[in-house]
C-alpha cells in the first residue's frame, strides 16, 4: 500500500497540487481521473519521486520515501515499474535490450537469467516474437506492451501508469487497460494508472481519486461514482455524450422498472 | 552567471552515484566509436583541405627570393600542428559531435527516457554523460593526430600539384626546427576542447524542456556556445602555454 499525505506543489507560482491525501491498495487498480491539466501526473511524479514535493509525506508499506534517506529511496525505487505516457522505450536498444536493462542495471542475475526472464515478460504482454525488433518499428500499442514488460522485469511491486491508452484506437486501449489488471491481480501488485477515460475507470478501476484544478474532489470505489452529486466530477462524466446517454438510458430504465415494481404491487394489493 | 552556476552543479552530478566501472567503461567505448566513425570522415576532408589552401596561400604571399622555399613546409608544419589541427577540428566537432549530443540527450529528455532512467534509481546524468565526456577525450586527440598528418599531407600534395615547391623542399621544410613540445600543446588543447564541446553540449541536451523545436534549439545552442568556448579556451591556452 502506498500512502500520500497532504501533498503540496507549486510550480512557477501557479499551485498544481493543493494538500491531497489518500491511499493506494495493493493488488487493485487505483486510478487518478480528471482533466488534462490538472496535475495528474505531477502527482504520480512527486509519488514516484521524479518530482520533489514542496510539503507532504508519501510512504511505501510504512517506509518513508524522502530524498534525504537515499538508501531506502534507492531500495524502493528498485520495486517501482513505470509506464509512461509515451512509453519511454530507450531508442538506441532493441525491445528485449529494453526489457533486459532494469535487470542488467539493477539486478545481479546472470545472463541466462536475465534473458528467460526477458522472454517471460515479453510473453506474458503477448510479444514473445519482437524482441529484435527496435523501439521506431513498433506501433503505439505494442510500444505500451513492450514499456509494461521492462517495467514488470524486475519484478515490481508498484506499478505506475500515466495515461495507459491514451493515443491508441479503443480495441487497443482496451487491451492495454486489461493487460494491466491481470498484472496487477497475478502479481498483488500496487497499480496508479493516471486517466482521464472514463470507460477505463467504468470497466477495470477499484478505487478512484478523481482531481480538480489540484485539489481531491471525490474518492470512492468505481461502482459508485455515477451516483455521485459532486457537480466538478458530474460535470467531468457527463461531458461525454455518450456517457449522457448512458445515464439517461439508465434513468429510463430505473424509471421503467420502478412502474413494473409499483404496477406488481398494486396486483398483488388486488389479488388479496 | 547563473548558467555558469548551474553548470557546475551538472557537472558535479555527473560523479555522484556512479555505476558499476564496468558499464562505465563499456558505455564510453560505444560512445567513442558513435563520435569516432561519426566524424572522421569530415575531418579527414577539412583538414586535407586546409592543409592544401594553407601551403598554396603561403606560397602565394611568400615573394621574396632571399627565403627558400622550403620555408612554406615548416610553416604548414607550425600552422597545423599549434592551431589549424586542434582548432578547426574541434570546432568541426563542435558542430557534428556537439549537435548530435544535444539533440540525443534532449530527444531522451522530451520522450521521458530521462525520467525512466531516473524511476529505476539510475544517476542520469552520470549514466548518459559521463561517457560522452570520456569518449570525447578518447576520440579528440586521436582525430587531431590525424587531422595533423592529412593537414600536413594536403599541404604537400597542394605544393607539388601546383608547382609552387618540389616534394623535397617541402619534406626539408617539415624537417628543421621541430619543437616536441608544440605536439603536446595541440594534444593538451585537443583535451580541454573536447571536454568543453561534451560538456556544454550534455548540458544544453540534458536540460531541454518543451518539445521538438526545443530539440532543435538546444542543438544549435550547443554548437554556438561549444565554438566560443572553444575560440575562448584557445587564446587562454596559447598565453598559459606558450
Ligand atoms: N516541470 C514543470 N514546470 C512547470 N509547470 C509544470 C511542470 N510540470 C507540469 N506543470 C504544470 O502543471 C499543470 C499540471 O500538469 P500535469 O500534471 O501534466 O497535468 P495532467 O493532469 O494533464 O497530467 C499544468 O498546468 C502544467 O503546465
Ligand atoms: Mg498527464
Redesign the pocket.
Known amino acids: 500500500m502506498i500512502e500520500i499525505h497532504n501533498i503540496h506543489k507549486t510550480?512557477?507560482g501557479?499551485k498544481?497540487l493543493d494538500g491531497i491525501s489518500g491511499n493506494f491498495e495493493s493488488g487493485k487498480m487505483n486510478m487518478l481521473l480528471?482533466?488534462?491539466?490538472?496535475?495528474?501526473?505531477?502527482?504520480?511524479?512527486c509519488i514516484v519521486g521524479l518530482?520533489k514535493p514542496d510539503l507532504g509525506s508519501i510512504t511505501y508499506d510504512g517506509r518513508i520515501f524522502a530524498n534525504n534517506k537515499l538508501d531506502i529511496k534507492q531500495e524502493i525505487r528498485r520495486k517501482i515499474g513505470m509506464l509512461f505516457q509515451g512509453s519511454a522505450l530507450f531508442d538506441s536498444m532493441t525491445v528485449s535490450e529494453n526489457v533486459e536493462f532494469p535487470l542488467r542495471m539493477l539486478s545481479d542475475m546472470n545472463r541466462t537469467d536475465r534473458l528467460d526472464r526477458v522472454q517471460f515478460c515479453l510473453k506474458r504482454v503477448g510479444l514473445e516474437n519482437a524482441g529484435n525488433k527496435m523501439p521506431s518499428e513498433l506501433s503505439g500499442g505494442m510500444k505500451k506492451r513492450v514499456g509494461i514488460a521492462r517495467a514488470i522485469a524486475p519484478h515490481c511491486t508498484y506499478l505506475f501508469c500515466?495515461?495507459p491508452n491514451s493515443g491508441l484506437d479503443p480495441l487497443t486501449a482496451i487491451t492495454i487497460d486489461e493487460l494491466i489488471k491481470e498484472i496487477t491481480l497475478e502479481y498483488d501488485i500496487t497499480t496508479i494508472v493516471?486517466t482521464?477515460d472514463m470507460n477505463s475507470v467504468l470497466e477495470y478501476g477499484d478505487n478512484v481519486m478523481f482531481?480538480y484544478k489540484?485539489k481531491k474532489l471525490w474518492e470512492g470505489h468505481s461502482s459508485t461514482i455515477m451516483d455521485t452529486n459532486v457537480k466538478e466530477l458530474n460535470d467531468f462524466i457527463f461531458s461525454n455524450r455518450l456517457m449522457r446517454d448512458a445515464k439517461k438510458v439508465e434513468q429510463i430504465e430505473e424509471e421503467e422498472r420502478q412502474e413494473e415494481e409499483r404496477h406488481e404491487e398494486e396486483q398483488n394489493r388486488s389479488d388479496r | 552567471m547563473k548558467t555558469f552556476g548551474a553548470f557546475l552543479l551538472f557537472l558535479s552530478s555527473l560523479l555522484k552515484r556512479g555505476e558499476s566501472p564496468r558499464i562505465l567503461f563499456n558505455r564510453t567505448i560505444d560512445e567513442a566509436i558513435l563520435i569516432g566513425i561519426d566524424s572522421v570522415f569530415i575531418v579527414a576532408v577539412v583538414s586535407t583541405f586546409i592543409g592544401a589552401v594553407t601551403c598554396v596561400q603561403i606560397s602565394y604571399n611568400l615573394t621574396n627570393a632571399l627565403i627558400p622555399r622550403s620555408t612554406i613546409g615548416f610553416m604548414v608544419r607550425e600552422m597545423t600542428i599549434l592551431e589549424l589541427a586542434p582548432t578547426i577540428t574541434s570546432i568541426v566537432l563542435a558542430g557534428k559531435v556537439g549537435s548530435s549530443i544535444a539533440g540525443g540527450l534532449g530527444t531522451m529528455r522530451i520522450t521521458e527516457q530521462v525520467d525512466a532512467l531516473e524511476v529505476m534509481g539510475i544517476n542520469s546524468a552520470s549514466y548518459l554523460v559521463l561517457p560522452k565526456i570520456l569518449a570525447a577525450f578518447l576520440v579528440f586527440p586521436m582525430l587531431v593526430i590525424t587531422a595533423m598528418f592529412l593537414s600536413i599531407m594536403g599541404g604537400y600534395l597542394a605544393g607539388s600539384l601546383s608547382g609552387a615547391l618540389s616534394g623535397q623542399e617541402y619534406i626539408t621544410g617539415l624537417r628543421s626546427d621541430f619543437i616536441s613540445w608544440n605536439i603536446t600543446f595541440a594534444l593538451i588543447k585537443s583535451l580541454v576542447f573536447a571536454f568543453l564541446v561534451a560538456a556544454i553540449s550534455s548540458y544544453q541536451g540534458y536540460f531541454t524542456?518543451g518539445g521538438a523545436l526545443e530539440v532543435g534549439r538546444a542543438s544549435t545552442k550547443a554548437v554556438t556556445n561549444s565554438v566560443i568556448a572553444i575560440l575562448i579556451a584557445d587564446f587562454v591556452c596559447a598565453q598559459l602555454l606558450l
Open positions: 510550480f512557477n501557479t498544481v480528471g482533466a488534462s491539466g490538472t496535475g495528474k501526473s505531477v502527482l504520480l511524479k518530482v500515466d495515461e493516471v482521464h482531481l489540484g | 524542456e
